[in-house]
Each structure stands twice: as C-alpha cells, then as structure tokens.
Antibody
C-alpha cells in the first residue's frame, strides 16, 4: 500500500538550514510526484513546493528564494532543503503524493532563536 | 499565484444541521478544486476532488458544487465526527494554493 514518511531534525537553530526527507513506498517517484505542505501551530495549510514525476520542481512564490526540493528515485526519497530559517518557520511539515490522497504523518519542526 | 478566499473562518452548527462553506478563486480554475478535512493532530484527508467528486470512503452526506468562481462544500446532516477544520485547494495552476480554512464547531 502507499505510504509516505517524513524524517528529519525536530529542532533547528534560526538562520540555519532545514533538511527533511520524505521516504515513499507503494509507488515510484518516476510515476508520481510529491508535494511538501507545512502548517504552523494553530494555523492553516501552506503548499511549499512540488517535484513532478519528471523531476521538474515548482515552488511557492513566497518561499522560492530559500527552498529546494530534489529526489533520489533509487531510494524512493524526496528531499526538502530550506535555508535562512526563522522562528515563523516553526511548523508541522508534511509530504503527500501529487494527487494529495496519501499523506505522511508529518514532522514537527521547531526553529529556535 | 491564484488566491483562494475561503469563508466563513468559523462555522458554529448543531448536529443534524445542513452546513455549507465556500471558496472563491481569484481567477478561473475550472473544476480543479479539492476539499480536505483535518482533525486535530491528524494529517489532512481528501474529501472532494474535481469540485464535485467524492473521494473514496467519504460519506454521501458530503457534497461539492460550483457556481462560477465559487466552490462549496456541503454537509447535508451534520454528525459529531464532522467537527473538524476544512480547507479548499486549487490545483489548476502550480503552485497549488489552499484556502485559509473553515473551523466547523458545535454551536
């Protein structure tokens, strides 16, 4: 069955770079894209970016200058990197398939000043 | 980016009520509209896709509709398990964008 799981540090210092991994199973990254979504505590959902099945990426305009998404298809992993973190980047970070049917459980990342 | 304006932000309702929430798109998105339900501490769940199509396993009391650039999610008879946050999302143009959410709560 299809599963996605996020992993990475739960605490990051301000001004540093966040690196998260989404490991997928049940489908191939060459057949389906993956989306990253985040949610600050008590707030709404924000789509961060998409990596399509052909490897092309698209990013939220507000995050584009700090964000990169890439993948290792052989390991079924998608990587998110975001630099120059600030405290308002504290959020739950989710990965989901490009149809937004299957979601990971999310990883809570706290940015400490 | 396409903006999605969702209303109301809070919707008090009683069990058994018929409730409706709406999203308005800033430009044409056709039927590229999804609705999600999110319960506290849980990942979002896809409820409606293509503006009007029920996702797998979603109860038939949920329905989606479109009138021009306005998209609505209706619950015909509210049950306690429906008390959640709901979000719309446009997937017409990348990057996809969410509405700000509607909190459905007991009156």
């Amino acid at each position: 069955q299809v599963q996605l799981k996020e992993s990475g540090p739960v605490l990051v210092q301000a001004s540093e770079t966040l690196s998260l991994t989404c490991t997928v199973s049940g489908f191939s990254l060459t057949n389906y894209g993956v989306i990253w979504v985040r949610q600050p505590p008590g707030k709404g959902l924000e789509l961060m970016g998409i990596i399509w099945r052909n490897g092309n990426t698209e990013y939220n305009s507000a995050l584009k200058s700090r964000l990169s998404i890439n993948r290792d298809t052989s390991k079924s992993q998608v990587f998110l990197k975001m630099n120059s973190l600030q405290t308002d980047d504290t959020a739950i970070y989710y990965c989901t398939d490009v149809q937004l049917v299957y979601w990971g459980q999310g990883v809570m990342v706290t940015v400490s000043s | 980016d396409i903006q999605m304006t969702q209303s109301p932000s809070s919707l008090p309702a009683s069990l058994g009520d018929r409730v409706t929430m709406t999203c308005r798109a800033s430009q044409d998105i056709g039927n590229y509209l999804r609705w999600f339900q999110q319960k506290p501490g849980k990942s979002p769940r896809l409820m409606i896709y293509g503006a009007t199509n029920l996702a797998a396993g979603v109860p038939s009391r949920f329905s989606g509709s479109r009138s021009g650039s306005d998209y609505s999610l209706t619950i015909s008879s509210l049950e306690s398990e429906d008390m959640s946050d709901y979000y719309c999302l446009q997937s017409k143009e990348s990057p996809f964008t969410f509405g700000s959410g509607t909190k459905l709560e007991i009156k």
